[in-house]
């Protein structure tokens, strides 16, 4: 029976931190300079606790410095922009990431527009995002999900132009900025969303399927196109009296439908997930890089 | 033999620059303050200076006081943005737009980045853009040409939401803003470019096609769905040795087949090509009441 390549997305991202790693010392030794990464955390979210927590530990393995600053739920909008300003002049500070969620009685526009453009390596500043959106300009950053989505595609050797791509979901942080990655390497994309009436339609004619939905199991078997390809990033909870938390976490895509009718497929866990940080790392060190104009 | 509805843009065209003038003399009784354009054009390109001649024209009668500065062709990127920078702390001036190409030597970006993005009529500041692609966000201005498509739509009562819409050219200018106005307000979008193998494939399942190609009678009646509204951007000359130039305009559609074809299509010219002018009157309006905070 035919069985799709499973992209490895751990391994990928292991190499990516390895290359970050490696750049991290050259530039070290050769200017004197590490990138440094400000995080910053407001409220006691404890998923939110632990992303952070993760990426401080993904700092340190590669050699970025990182900073944080915790600031406790009632904090007002002011002092969060005023903390982001304090990195924003800080230069030991090439990369700003505002946690979010936000608590509600904060403006998430107001805080994300503090963040100055040189440091915003989330890359969702609407400037960026024009950027990513115009043909002949140049993001200076891009939104670390949808980029490692390209990554993985890049890393396995899959064409994108001239390809058909669907992209499902069209969200500020991963599927509107994939969907215009893919038009960037000339593929011609469509995007699906909560108002498209018959999905399917539109996932059976492509050759690369990217879903981020946060619906399990949403694509079926029968959605797919044999040979797609297929970057899943959702990361959805579902019940599993097996597992000793109660539930398991699968992704967008009937995984064991879909790994016998796609050529690729990447599994959730351990497919886009590790990419996020280890493209928030590369995206930290390309800053520090450009800010030091080290080549 | 079934006929679509001709859009007619002529008369939509008309009918928004009656509510400009209505709306500037409302504004110009209520609070003294009549809007203004300036345009800038470096060079003398004949098509630009009739552009030109045609905007202040359209500004007079709406009474839209309009500005313009003329520089030479050899005039440096400075001397342009100096032009632009006496614009922006002008404030009798509410709408900056440079004309387009500039001459070779000047960096474009650089020069549409000198706009102040309040003053951004024609809506091509990557910031404005970045807004129109981000849910939650609102762009300051719209580019004209894609605003004048969409509102067309809208006028003919023309519904887009939940329906399949294809934009076949993906220009700064027109294509990809137009795309992002369509998922705006929920069609499920494909965008078609010169990379895609069989443009012909994502037309046919289309409910709403905008062309923005430049290609003279590209889009076939056979690629066409029955009952599609067609919005038609380009203009292309052919030749024809019956018109006393020589030649004559066309869209990118084939309109003797669509018109049988399809429920309702937009004429070249006499479609998209008024409604240009009108959504800049409008942007230029809508900016002299935001800034006078005008409701
Ligand atoms: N590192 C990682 O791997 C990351 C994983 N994720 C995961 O990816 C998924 C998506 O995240 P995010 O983009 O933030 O989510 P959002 O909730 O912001 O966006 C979801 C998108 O999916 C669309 N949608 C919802 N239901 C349907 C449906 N039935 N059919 C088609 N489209 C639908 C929505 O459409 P509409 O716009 O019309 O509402 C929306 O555009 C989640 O599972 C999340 O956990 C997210 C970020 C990082
Ligand atoms: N007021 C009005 O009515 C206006 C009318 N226009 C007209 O609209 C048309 C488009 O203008 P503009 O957007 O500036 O043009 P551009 O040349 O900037 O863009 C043309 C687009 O069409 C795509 N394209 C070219 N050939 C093909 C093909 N064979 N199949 C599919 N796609 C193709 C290109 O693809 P790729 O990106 O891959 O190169 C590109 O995205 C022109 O005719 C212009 O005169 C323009 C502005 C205003």
């Known amino acids: 029976e035919a069985s799709a390549k499973v992209i490895d997305g751990k391994k990928v991202a292991k190499e990516i931190r390895d290359e970050v790693a490696a750049e991290v010392s050259k530039m070290k030794e050769a200017i004197g300079v590490v990138p440094g990464l400000a ?114 595609l890049h890393r396995y050797g899959v064409v994108i132009k001239g390809k058909r791509a669907v ?25 699906v969303h909560s108002r498209t009436k018959n999905p399917e339609e539109f996932t059976r004619e492509a050759d690369i399927i990217i879903s981020a939905v946060g619906q399990a199991n949403m694509v079926k078997g029968s959605w797919i196109k044999p040979g797609a390809v297929i970057i899943d990033v959702g990361i959805n909870p579902v019940e599993d009296s097996k597992s000793p938390r109660g539930y398991r976490l699968v992704g967008d895509v009937c995984y064991d439908e879909a790994i016998k009718i796609a050529s690729a497929i990447t599994p959730v866990p351990g497919g886009v997930g590790p990419m996020t940080i280890a493209m928030l790392l590369s995206n930290t060190l390309t800053s520090a890089k450009r800010i030091h104009n080290f080549k």
Chains 1, 2 share one sequence.
């Open 39 to 152: 995080v910053i955390l407001v409220g006691d979210r404890k998923d939110s606790a632990t992303y952070v927590r993760n990426k401080k530990k993904a700092c340190e393995d590669v050699g970025i410095k990182s900073f944080d600053a915790r600031l406790p739920e009632d904090s007002t909008e002011e002092e969060v922009i005023k903390h982001i300003s304090g990195f924003n002049n800080d230069p030991a500070v090439h990369g700003i990431l505002v946690q979010l969620p936000l608590p509600s009685h904060i403006n998430e526009q107001n805080v994300l527009n503090a963040v100055c453009i040189e440091k915003d390596v989330d890359g969702f500043h609407p400037l960026n995002i024009g950027r990513l959106a115009m043909r002949g300009r140049e993001p200076l950053f891009v939104p670390c999900t949808p980029k490692g989505c390209i990554e993985l």
């Open 167 to 191: 992209v499902i979901g069209r969200s500020n942080i991963v599927g509107m900025p994939a969907a215009l990655l893919l038009q960037r390497e000339d593929a011609t994309v469509s995007v």
